[in-house]
């Protein structure tokens, strides 16, 4: 028996291996390709051992690309402050609107509720380019395209549905008799909420929070179509690097890197809370 266990656990762990190996190769090799010349990703075979270069990350930093085709002016900085902008503050505001709804959604039992709800919800599968057209419509009819402000607004059709279902399901988790023994006490709904249903569904809302951050910053293609080039995030900026001398490996590279650096960051610090909001009401009894 000792035998097969220890054959098991070595197989399992190889299986572990190939499986971490397969999924993070790729981002291996894309940091590896930031430290190139295009000439050195393009060669046949792929060399492993390379001279090290920063003019990527240069470039991106500088603004200032260097082609066959001369030096192209690149806002990928300003791209990126964009990016930071428009996800935080999209997050943020569906925050405030959501966790009040998905606590009166949660607790609040109204005819029409559960319409209501998965009204909200099909704006979140719904394909971007259905709306797209009279959202731009719109958009120019009421001052609102290539602003931050409207950028903002549509941005509300990514984060608020995820948010308003995903917290609404920790609250219901939460018993309501807690609720109840502070009311009694005299207390307002407010304060209850505020008080004892937040600090309660806070991983919930912080993992429902982090989703949505995640979801907002790789929005592609509403930036795309409502945004010229000064109010665009990084995943659209990113397409300067096709130039007319061919694409610029290196730049992608180093550009994938930096963009992907905030989300991993805010990923890490709040793993935690992460991992306890989608752990929230998995054990029930």
């Given at each position: ?41 393009l060669r046949i075979p ?142 307002s709904w407010f304060a ?59 730049q992608i590279a180093a ?31």
């Amino acid at each position: 028996m000792e035998t097969t266990s220890t054959l098991e656990k070595t197989l399992r762990l190889l299986a572990l291996t190939l499986v971490v190996i397969f999924f993070m190769f790729p981002i291996f090799w894309i940091f590896l390709m930031s430290f190139q010349t295009n000439e050195t990703i393009l060669r046949i075979p792929p060399q492993v051992i390379f001279e090290p270069t920063l003019s990527n990350y240069t470039a991106l930093i500088t603004g200032k690309l260097t082609s066959a085709a001369g030096t192209l002016d690149i806002a990928f900085m300003k791209n990126l402050g964009n990016s930071v902008f428009l996800s935080v503050t999209s997050v943020a505001l569906a925050l405030v609107l959501g966790v009040p709804a998905a606590y009166a959604f949660a607790r609040h039992k109204f005819k029409g509720s559960e319409d209501i709800a998965f009204t909200l919800l099909s704006f979140r599968f719904a394909p971007p380019l259905l709306v797209l057209l009279p959202l731009t419509q719109y958009f120019q009819w009421l001052g609102l395209a290539n602003t931050y402000i409207g950028l903002i607004w549509v941005y509300q059709l990514i984060c608020l549905p995820l948010i308003l279902w995903i917290v609404r399901g920790y609250f219901e988790d939460i018993s309501a008799d807690v609720e109840y023994a502070y009311r009694i006490a005299g207390h307002s709904w407010f304060a209850t909420f505020r008080r004892i249903a937040l600090p309660l569904a806070g991983p919930g809302i912080a993992a429902a929070g982090l989703l949505a951050f995640i979801f907002a910053w790789n929005n592609f293609v509403f930036a795309l179509v409502l945004a010229s080039a000064d109010k665009q995030p990084v995943t659209v900026g990113a397409l300067a690097f096709v130039t007319s001398s061919g694409i610029q490996y290196g730049q992608i590279a180093a550009a994938i890197v930096l963009s992907v650096t905030p989300t991993l960051a805010l990923a890490l610090y709040a793993q935690r809370y992460l991992v306890e909001g989608l752990s929230l009401g998995a054990v029930k009894g």
